[in-house]
């Protein structure tokens, strides 16, 4: 027998079993009990209710397609093993696919980002703005900023909804003078996420203007107590007043700045945590502790004339017509520390050196030059990593 033949004999002895495939299924359900494995509980079914069954869509291999076979149907008691999972029991609800605007065409809704406070970052850039080199300060010079005293105040308003960025440096050295020899570490630290809340309806922040009497730049080149604007006070209509004086304002050199500040933030007792914890670790040179803060001013000044340089010789002889009235205010508690009643923003000085006091160690121990992350911490609480540091560090020989 050639291959041909065979292969001709062998398709047809497939053809006639996929052919009586469907009648041994109906055979093989009627001789048991409704279909089910034997001993269950199950009811035997009749011819009308075999022939009722529901089909389900299987593979063939002789046409190459789903054909339809009858399928058993198992209607017995709950058995003692479950069946094997196969997905939830509710389908997942689809993500709504995000929006590039709000529904009335607005402004796109600020990103968020896991893990960072909930805040509209791209207000510390914004268009028409440069940051200075020290990322201290952003200024524009856009004319309509200068001529209208409604986008000015809007403006002021806006950038007040961010806070600045205030620090911790800690910078080791060794050597003839505190400013002068060997770095042995320089640790920061940011502390951005201490005046944010994560409940946007706890947060603290407030917009207030100079008071009556009060010493500011109000429109000269010298602080002074006066002049003053009609409004009410606070927020309300003084931005409003102190604009539009700014816009009047006929000088060819003049700036409008709103300054973002901290208060109630003990400085001092962290400072001397940080001394107290690094003569502990017995570190032989000199300590500086500061706390500064960037993106703290925001900055508008009239356009320039003619060119930046004649504007900056014009201000130095003529002197620039200041006016820095305004402040966004940033909390990190109700009160000083020790006041009775006082509520910080996220967390006490006290809770925020317990959970940092480790991290800090560790990264001036191994003498980090960098930031100190919630990475440090992390690693501090998953694997104790300070708390396997030695006692006594080896500082080295003294230069």
Same mark, same amino acid.
């Given at each position: #027998?050639?291959?041909?033949?065979?292969?001709?004999?062998?398709?047809? &002895?497939?053809? @006639?079993? #996929?052919?009586?495939?469907?009648?041994?299924?109906?055979?093989?359900? +009627?001789?048991?009990?409704?279909?089910?494995?034997?001993?269950? =509980?199950?009811?035997? #079914?009749?011819?009308?209710?075999?022939?009722?069954?529901?089909?389900?869509?299987?593979?063939?291999?002789?046409?190459?397609?789903?054909?339809?076979?009858?399928?058993?149907?198992?209607?017995?008691?709950?058995?003692?093993?479950?069946?094997?999972?196969?997905?939830?029991?509710?389908?997942?609800?689809?993500?709504?696919?995000?929006?590039?605007?709000? *529904? $009335?065409?607005?402004?796109?809704?600020?990103?968020?980002?896991?893990?960072?406070?909930?805040?509209?970052?791209?207000?510390?850039?914004?268009?028409?703005? @440069?940051?200075?080199? !020290?990322?201290?300060?952003?200024?524009?010079?856009?004319?309509?900023?200068?001529?209208?005293?409604?986008?000015?105040?809007?403006?002021?308003?806006?950038?007040?909804?961010? *806070?600045?960025?205030?620090?911790?440096?800690?910078?080791?050295?060794?050597?003839?003078? *505190?400013?002068? /020899?060997?770095?042995?570490?320089?640790? &920061?630290?940011?502390?951005?996420?201490?005046?944010? *809340? @994560? !409940?946007?309806?706890?947060?603290?922040?407030?917009?207030?203007?100079?008071?009556?009497?009060?010493?500011?730049? &109000?429109?000269?080149? %010298?602080? $002074?107590?006066?002049?003053?604007?009609?409004?009410?006070? /606070?927020?309300?209509?003084?931005?409003?007043?102190?604009?539009?004086?700014?816009?009047?304002?006929? $000088?060819?050199?003049?700036?409008?700045?709103?300054?973002?500040?901290?208060? =109630?933030?003990?400085?001092?007792?962290? @400072?001397?945590?940080?001394?107290?914890?690094?003569?502990?670790?017995?570190?032989?040179?000199?300590?500086?502790?500061?706390?500064?803060?960037?993106?703290?001013?925001?900055?508008?000044?009239?356009?320039?004339?003619?060119?930046?340089?004649?504007?900056?010789?014009?201000?130095?002889?003529?002197?620039?017509?200041?006016?820095?009235?305004?402040?966004?205010?940033?909390?990190?508690?109700?009160?000083?520390?020790?006041?009775?009643?006082?509520?910080?923003?996220?967390?006490?000085?006290?809770?925020?050196?317990?959970?940092?006091?480790?991290?800090?160690?560790?990264?001036? +121990?191994? %003498?980090?030059? /960098?930031?100190?992350?919630?990475?440090?911490?992390?690693? $501090?609480? #998953?694997?104790?990593?300070?708390?396997?540091?030695?006692?006594?560090?080896?500082?080295?020989?003294?230069?």
């Amino acid at each position: #027998m050639d291959f041909t033949t065979e292969a001709a004999l062998e398709k047809a &002895r497939l053809q @006639e079993h #996929m052919m009586l495939q469907p009648q041994r299924e109906q055979q093989s359900l +009627a001789s048991t009990s409704r279909g089910a494995p034997a001993g269950s =509980n199950a009811v035997p #079914m009749t011819q009308e209710e075999l022939e009722s069954l529901p089909t389900t869509s299987q593979y063939s291999p002789v046409h190459g397609q789903h054909s339809p076979i009858s399928a058993p149907l198992y209607l017995t008691q709950p058995s003692l093993t479950p069946p094997p999972y196969s997905g939830p029991s509710t389908p997942a609800q689809e993500p709504t696919p995000p929006q590039d605007s709000n *529904p $009335a065409g607005g402004p796109k809704p600020a990103p968020r980002y896991p893990g960072l406070p909930a805040l509209d970052y791209r207000l510390y850039n914004p268009p028409l703005f @440069e940051l200075s080199a !020290d990322k201290t300060t952003i200024k524009s010079a856009a004319a309509h900023l200068s001529s209208s005293a409604e986008a000015l105040a809007a403006l002021v308003r806006q950038q007040a909804k961010v *806070p600045p960025k205030p620090q911790i440096h800690v910078v080791g050295r060794r050597g003839s003078s *505190p400013h002068s /020899g060997k770095v042995d570490f320089a640790i &920061r630290l940011n502390l951005l996420a201490l005046l944010v *809340p @994560e !409940d946007a309806r706890q947060r603290m922040d407030y917009l207030r203007c100079v008071g009556p009497g009060e010493v500011a730049f &109000r429109g000269g080149s %010298k602080p $002074a107590a006066a002049p003053e604007v009609d409004g009410d006070g /606070g927020d309300g209509g003084t931005v409003d007043a102190w604009a539009a004086r700014f816009v009047a304002d006929s $000088a060819s050199v003049k700036a409008f700045v709103l300054e973002r500040v901290v208060v =109630n933030l003990d400085v001092d007792w962290l @400072e001397g945590q940080i001394r107290k914890l690094l003569a502990g670790m017995k570190y032989p040179g000199s300590v500086a502790v500061s706390f500064p803060m960037t993106h703290h001013r925001v900055v508008v000044q009239n356009p320039d004339r003619v060119n930046k340089f004649i504007t900056s010789v014009t201000g130095f002889f003529a002197g620039k017509r200041k006016y820095e009235v305004v402040k966004a205010v940033w909390p990190f508690a109700t009160m000083p520390r020790g006041n009775e009643g006082r509520r910080c923003a996220v967390q006490s000085e006290e809770v925020w050196w317990k959970e940092w006091r480790g991290p800090i160690r560790y990264a001036i +121990a191994t %003498k980090r030059q /960098g930031w100190v992350t919630n990475e440090d911490k992390l690693e $501090a609480l #998953m694997d104790g990593t300070p708390a396997n540091l030695p006692a006594d560090v080896d500082w080295g020989p003294d230069c």
